[in-house]
């Protein structure tokens, strides 16, 4: 089991995106602008963060 992670940030507004978008957006975590949160580096994870990464700062 790897213990890489991933910080995610969320730097632009999900207003006026998909639903789906959005719900991806929840579902990484991240609930308003500016936060940011620590995922496990999955394959799910990276799915999900390429998906919306229009809306995203990813590091490490």
């Known amino acids: 089991m790897s213990d890489n992670k991933l910080k995610v940030t969320l730097v632009k507004s999900v207003i006026g995106t998909k ?4 719900a991806t957006v929840r579902g990484l975590g991240l609930r308003r602008l500016n936060h940011s949160v620590e995922l496990q580096d999955t394959p799910e ?4 963060i390429n998906k919306v ?3 995203l700062k990813c590091e490490g």
């Open 53 to 55: 990464s229009y809306l």
């Open 19 to 22: 639903q789906s978008h959005r």
């Open 45 to 48: 994870i990276r799915g999900m």
